[in-house]
């Protein structure tokens, strides 16, 4: 499976941005997530979704905000981010699992198979 991100860019506090992830492979079949990595810290769970898109979950520090989604007929992910402050600054990766429901280990790393190359996300204040 190969990801490729994309829509970072530079957004004032309080705007929004839409990432999308693009991935090769029968996608249905894969639980999607995002992850960031501000500089300097180390990478954290921001949210995934099941392969029928029907689960999902996200942290505490974007509910209410962000809203991921995903196309199985554009072999998409989506990561729309509404009220963008300046600490969701930083690179975005979209990570896939072989299996395809989520789950409570959903949030770490090692639960992914597969990851993008990432897209910054830069907020200013």
């Known amino acids: 499976v190969q990801l490729q991100a994309s829509g970072g860019g530079l957004v004032q506090a309080g705007g929004s941005l839409r990432l999308s992830c693009a991935a090769s492979?029968?996608?249905?079949?894969?639980?999607m997530g995002w992850f960031r990595q501000a500089p300097g810290k180390e990478r954290e769970f921001v949210t995934a979704i099941s392969g029928t898109g029907g689960s999902t979950n996200y942290a505490d520090s974007v509910k209410g905000r962000f809203t991921i989604s995903r196309d199985n007929a554009k072999n998409t992910v989506y990561l729309q981010m509404n009220s963008l402050k300046p600490e969701d600054t930083a690179v975005y990766y979209c990570?896939?699992?072989?299996?395809?429901?989520?789950?409570?280990?959903?949030?770490?790393?090692?639960?992914?198979?597969?990851w993008g190359q990432g897209t910054l996300v830069t907020v200013s204040s």
């Open positions: 492979g029968t996608f249905s079949r894969y639980a």
């Open positions: 990570a896939a699992a072989k299996l395809y429901y989520i789950h409570t280990e959903s949030h770490r790393t090692t639960w992914y198979d597969y």
